[in-house]
Nanobody, 123 residues
Framework: QVQLVESGGGLVQAGGSLRLSCAAS????????MGWFRQSPGKEREFVAA????????YYANSVKGRFTISRDNAKNTVFLQMNSLNPEDTAVYYC????????????????WGQGTQVTVSS
């Protein structure tokens, strides 16, 4: 069972930046593909970004491409989401997710989810 704990959310003005972190409990962290999703009030949860187990492949939703960067530190069992040029439409609860394959994460069907961290972007 993989436990995921997100941190780094908060309130930021439009145009600002935030860096989210997700710490995983699993010793085999480097075997898992990781991803970030978000959900705004009244909307379905949507894919944001994913990264392969070795960190060599990254995938992004079109809405965040060029503004967000996903990365990971396998030595620290942590995945990051650097968010730049934030706008109010990025306001959501951001969830960390894990699965054995990137394909499953990108498809929105990862087996493991964190509890989420709130990101609020003011205009």
């Amino acid at each position: 069972q993989v436990q995921l704990v997100e941190s780094g959310g908060g309130l930021v003005q439009a145009g600002g930046s935030l860096r989210l972190s997700c710490a995983a409990s699993e010793r085999a962290f480097s075997s898992y593909a990781m991803g970030w999703f978000r959900q705004s009030p009244g909307k379905e949860r949507e894919f944001v970004a994913a990264i392969g187990s070795s960190g060599g492949n990254m995938y992004y939703a079109n809405s965040v491409k060029g503004r967000f960067t996903i990365s990971r530190d396998n030595a620290k069992n942590t995945v990051f989401l650097q968010m730049n040029s934030l706008n109010p439409e990025d306001t959501a609860v951001y969830y960390c997710a894990a699965d054995m394959t990137s394909r499953t994460v990108v498809a929105g069907r990862p087996n493991y989810w964190g509890q989420g961290t709130q990101v609020t972007v003011s205009s």
